[in-house]
T-cell receptor
Framework: KQEVTQIPAALSVPEGENLVLNCSFT??????LQWFRQDPGKGLTSLLL???SQREQTSGRLNASLDKSSGRSTLYIAASQPGDSATYLC??????????WGAGTKLIIKP | KAGVTQTPRYLIKTRGQQVTLSCSPI?????VSWYQQTPGQGLQFLFE???????NKGNFPGRFSGRQFSNSRSEMNVSTLELGDSALYLC?????????????FGEGSWLTVV
């Protein structure tokens, strides 16, 4: 059974720092891995989608990597800003074509 | 263009009642999926519809059901509500099914069962 783990559960950093969020999964048989952000009381916004054949994707200050063999993905946020404060979730599209979610990392960027 | 719209945004129901939640996908999107989010279990997949057909179903009891209409709008229904059904129910849409399709979420329907 696919399980997705995100570490740390919460992270607080000063504005301007670069940071890395981690996501691990137990079964490498995935179609893709996606990173989302969720603001309090809101739905989710897709940030990056990495196909199983890809190693990384970039969007602005965000860079996500995928290492299927080790079951790991990282989301790198450069030059963090207070507006980046949110919960970040990763999800894998598993062999049953279902999205399996991590519990999220709550990120606080201090001005 | 308009995003994914979910109604109602907030509702309170009593144990034993039933509830219907509605989702209007982004115009042109034919795939709609539903998720339940709770503090204890996190996000869990409920079901996915494409062209009025249920393509996939998560591990939820039969009290949870859904359907999709010819205009791609979708509804989900929960019968015989239990306290544990209190959650944020999220709907998402995408152009089509397949691993390359980005999914777009609505803001969710907050259900409280008392």
């Amino acid at each position: 059974k696919q399980e997705v783990t995100q570490i740390p559960a919460a992270l607080s950093v000063p504005e301007g720092e670069n940071l890395v969020l981690n996501c691990s999964f137990t079964d490498s048989a995935i179609y893709n891995l996606q990173w989302f952000r969720q603001d309090p009381g809101k739905g989710l916004t897709s940030l990056l989608l990495i196909q199983s054949s890809q190693r990384e994707q970039t969007s602005g200050r965000l860079n996500a990597s995928l290492d299927k063999s080790s079951g790991r993905s990282t989301l790198y946020i450069a030059a963090s800003q207070p507006g980046d404060s949110a919960t970040y979730l990763c999800a894998v599209l598993d062999s049953n074509y279902q999205l399996i979610w991590g519990a999220g990392t709550k990120l606080i960027i201090k001005p | 263009k308009a995003g994914v719209t979910q109604t109602p945004r907030y509702l309170i129901k009593t144990r034993g009642q039933q509830v219907t939640l509605s989702c209007s996908p982004i115009s042109g999107h034919r795939s709609v999926s539903w998720y339940q989010q709770t503090p204890g279990q996190g996000l869990q997949f409920l079901f996915e519809y494409f062209s009025e057909t249920q393509r996939n179903k998560g591990n939820f009891p039969g009290r949870f059901s859904g359907r999709q209409f010819s205009n791609s709008r979708s509804e989900m229904n929960v019968s015989t509500l239990e306290l544990g059904d209190s959650a944020l129910y999220l709907c998402a849409s995408s152009l089509a099914v397949g691993p390359g399709n980005t999914i777009y979420f609505g803001e969710g329907s907050w259900l409280t069962v008392v």
